[in-house]
């Protein structure tokens, strides 16, 4: 199985900031990686494919990078709606892994 | 827009099964890939298992002798069963379901809340 680790857990921020959080990949998995925010009690929605395209109706100041095993998601200047739970999930192969999560806190 | 909206007991006995259904509106459900995800209280996503367009599917490793999912085309639904159930199931389980080459998640169900308790 492909392990994802993200870093950091969690994160205090303020409103405007820009937070950067990091999932790393067992092995390559070269571009087959997805971002879901969460927020409590809420099932987990989409943000990012393939590494760096952006989802249908989600706001521009996130964005992804990386290929391989390293990546990043972004978030430039930080909303109050923004804070919730960050997941990064490969679908280079099965099972498709999640990692274990980046709370993102308001500050 | 596609909507998933899914249903199942909610409360089991350790050794029950676990059967849950997935209904897909608004949109086709031959081509995409539908899966199921679980969570347990206060931790993070696990990946149960999936069928894709071909019917074929895959599950995660620690559960795969205990998990079957299916489709019913004829009704645009698919389903998970859990045999076996223990208080370490207790999660809650979402359905959910995407497109496209990367097989990400577009769309969730709302969840449902399994409980395992004697």
């Known amino acids: 199985d492909i392990q994802m680790t993200q870093s950091p857990s969690s994160l205090s921020a303020s409103v405007g900031d820009r937070v950067t959080i990091t999932c790393r990949a067992s092995?390559?998995?070269?571009?087959?990686l997805n971002w879901y925010q969460q927020k409590s009690g809420k099932a987990p929605k989409l943000l990012m494919f393939?590494?760096?395209s952006l989802q249908s109706g989600v706001p521009s100041r996130f964005s992804g990078s990386g290929s391989g095993t390293d990546f990043t998601l972004t978030i430039n200047s930080l909303q109050p709606e923004d804070f919730a739970t960050y997941y990064c999930q490969q679908t280079y192969s099965a099972p498709r892994t999640f990692g274990q999560g980046t709370r993102v806190e308001i500050k | 827009q596609v909507q998933l909206q899914q249903w199942g007991a909610g409360l089991l006995k350790p050794s029950e099964t676990l059967s849950l259904t997935c209904a897909v509106y608004g949109g086709s459900f031959r081509g995409y890939s539908w899966s199921w995800i679980r969570q347990p209280p206060g931790k993070g996503l696990e990946w149960i298992g999936e069928i894709n367009h071909s019917g074929i599917t895959n599950y995660t490793p620690s559960l795969k002798s205990r998990v079957t999912i299916s489709v019913d085309i004829s009704k645009n639904q698919f389903s998970l069963k859990l045999n076996s159930v223990t208080a370490a199931d207790t999660a809650v389980y979402y359905c959910a379901g995407g497109s496209g080459r990367y097989d990400s998640l577009s769309w969730w169900g709302q969840g449902t809340l399994l409980t395992v308790s004697s």
């Open positions: 393939a590494a760096s």
């Open positions: 092995q390559s998995i070269r571009n087959y």
